[in-house]
């Protein structure tokens, strides 16, 4: 079982910046892919970015050049730094593990994003 708990998300204007954090509740050192994504009201739930354990790194189209995911094994977390943020980054953002082949999701934190 892997525990995964979210922080960081809060009311920024649009232009402005958050960092997300997800701690685990076990080493991540051995968990393949760890990531985030997010949901919207009304809309499915969407890829945001991911980070294997040889630090190979995914990003949606739509935050490329803008967010920048990363893992710290020493701390057991991995964030998510969102730099230009706009409304339609609003949502719900959860964190993501995948370990043995089982699927682990946060509680997710809530990001707005205010015009």
């Known amino acids: 079982q892997v525990q995964l708990v979210e922080s960081g998300g809060g009311l920024v204007q649009a232009g402005g910046s958050l960092r997300l954090s997800c701690a685990a509740s076990?080493?991540?050192?051995?968990?393949?892919?760890m990531g985030w994504y997010r949901q919207a009201p009304g809309k499915q739930r969407e890829l945001v970015a991911t980070?294997?354990?040889?630090?190979?790194?995914n990003y949606a189209d739509s935050v490329k050049g803008r967010f920048t995911i990363s893992r710290d094994n020493a701390k057991n977390t991995v964030y998510l730094q969102m730099n230009n943020l706009k409304p339609e980054d609003t949502a719900v953002y959860y964190c993501?593990?995948?370990?043995?082949?089982?699927?682990?999701w946060g509680q997710g934190t809530q990001v707005t994003v205010s015009s």
């Open positions: 993501y593990a995948n370990h043995w082949f089982r699927n682990y």
């Open positions: 076990t080493t991540i050192f051995s968990i393949s892919t």
């Open positions: 980070v294997s354990n040889g630090a190979s790194t």
